[in-house]
C-alpha cells in the first residue's frame, strides 16, 4: 500500500472515530511511522524478495505493522543507479524517519542527502574506513548498522577456489563499479595478497555495466583458471548472466553470497544476507523507539556459510573433494 493511500486511509478513519470507542480511537492515534529502503535490488527479484520479507517480519516481531504504525518507502533503481541519489532526496523530503540501505554506496548515497536522518545499513561491505562512521563502536553521526566483513574473507574464497581447482595458477576478480557501491582498495589488496601467498596471480577485470559481464567473463576464461565475483549491487541484480556465462566458458567461479550459487553458481562463501537484513530491523525498532544512531554499534557477522553447487561442478568436470563437501553449509544437488 502506498503511503498516500495509508495517509487517505487514515485520515478517513480519523472523521469517523467521533462515535467510536475510546480504545479504538487512542489505536487511531498511533503516528505512522514512514521508513524509506534503498534498494540494490530488483523488486521483482527472489532474493531481493526474501531480504525485504526477513526486514519487515523482524520490525513486525518488534510490534511494527505495515499499516498500522510503520509505512514503507522501497525505491528501486536497477540499470540506472545514477537515480539513487534523486530517490535518497526524494525519501529526505517525505521526513523518513529512518532511512534502510542495502550497501555502504547506498549508505554514502543516503548520507549525502541527510545528515540528520537515521541511516542504516543493511549488509554493508565496508563502512569502517570509508568516513561514514568514527568507528565500529560508536559510529557517531547518523550512520550504523551491518558491517560484512567482506575484504577479511576474500582471503579464504581465494583459499577455497584453490581446493576446488588444484593447478589454479591464475584468478581472474571481477570488479564491478557503480554509484550504488562503495569500492574498498581493502578488497583486490587482500586478495592479491591472498593470492600470493598460494603462488596464483590475479588479473583485475572492472565491470562498469551489465552487457559488460559476458564479456568480462570470456576474457577471464581465456586467461586464467577460475574467477572471483565481487559481491555489489550491479553483480549482485546480474547474478543470473554471471553464472550463465561463467557456465559456458567453463569457468570455476566463487561468489560472496549464496544466492549466486542459487542462480547456477559453482561456490559462495559469505554472510547470511537475508539474516542479516532482519537484525537490520532491530537497528530501525530502536531507532523509532527514539536511539541516536550514532550510538548503535555496526554490528559485525560471526557466521558465515560455504554453499556448493554439484550441478555446476558435474558440468565443469570438476570433482569436489570431500574434505570441501563436509565444510559446506548447504550443498545444490
Do not use: C
Not at 588444484?166 to 570488479?175: A, S
Request: hydrophobic share 45%; aromatic share 6%; charged share 20%.
Amino acid at each position: 500500500m502506498k503511503r498516500r493511500e495509508l495517509i487517505t486511509l487514515l485520515g478517513g478513519a480519523a472523521a469517523a472515530s467521533v462515535s467510536w470507542p475510546l480504545p479504538a480511537r487512542a489505536q487511531q492515534r498511533e503516528r505512522l511511522r514512514l521508513v524509506g529502503l534503498l534498494w540494490g535490488l530488483a523488486a521483482d527479484d527472489p532474493e531481493s524478495q526474501r531480504r525485504f520479507a526477513a526486514f519487515a517480519g523482524g520490525l513486525r516481531e518488534l510490534g511494527w505493522t505495515e499499516g498500522k504504525n510503520v509505512a514503507f518507502e522501497l525505491r528501486y533503481a536497477v540499470g540506472n543507479p545514477d537515480r539513487f541519489s534523486a530517490m535518497a532526496a526524494d525519501l529526505v523530503q517525505m521526513n523518513a524517519s529512518a532511512i534502510v540501505a542495502t550497501s555502504a554506496g547506498l549508505v554514502s548515497i543516503a548520507r549525502q542527502a541527510t545528515g540528520t536522518i537515521p541511516i542504516v545499513a543493511a549488509s554493508a561491505g565496508a563502512l569502517e574506513g570509508t568516513g561514514l562512521i568514527a568507528s565500529l563502536r560508536r559510529p557517531g553521526g547518523n550512520v550504523t548498522g551491518n558491517q560484512i566483513l567482506s575484504p577479511e574473507l576474500m582471503s579464504k574464497r581465494v583459499e577455497l577456489l584453490k581446493q576446488l581447482v588444484p593447478n589454479l595458477t591464475r584468478l581472474g576478480v571481477i570488479d564491478p563499479v557503480t554509484p550504488a557501491a562503495i569500492n574498498s582498495p581493502r578488497y583486490l589488496e587482500t586478495i592479491t595478497e591472498a593470492a600470493r601467498a598460494l603462488q596464483i596471480q590475479v588479473h583485475h577485470v572492472e565491470v562498469r555495466s551489465p552487457d559488460q559481464f559476458a564479456v568480462a567473463v570470456a576474457a577471464i576464461a581465456r586467461e586464467d583458471q577460475a574467477a572471483l565475483v565481487i559481491a555489489n549491487p550491479l553483480s549482485g541484480s546480474n547474478a543470473k548472466v554471471i553464472a550463465g556465462s561463467a557456465a559456458q566458458n567453463r569457468l570455476p567461479t566463487i561468489y560472496e553470497f549464496r544466492f549466486f550459487a542459487l542462480a547456477g553458481g559453482l561456490l559462495s562463501y559469505g554472510a547470511d544476507n537475508v539474516l542479516l537484513h532482519r537484525n537490520a530491523a532491530t537497528y530501525v525498532d530502536k531507532i523509532l523507539k527514539g536511539a541516536n544512531p550514532g550510538d548503535l554499534p555496526v554490528q559485525q557477522p560471526t557466521k558465515f556459510e560455504l554453499v556448493i553447487n554439484l550441478n555446476a561442478a558435474k558440468a565443469l568436470g570438476l570433482t569436489v573433494p570431500d574434505k570441501l563437501l563436509a565444510l559446506a553449509d548447504e550443498v545444490i544437488e
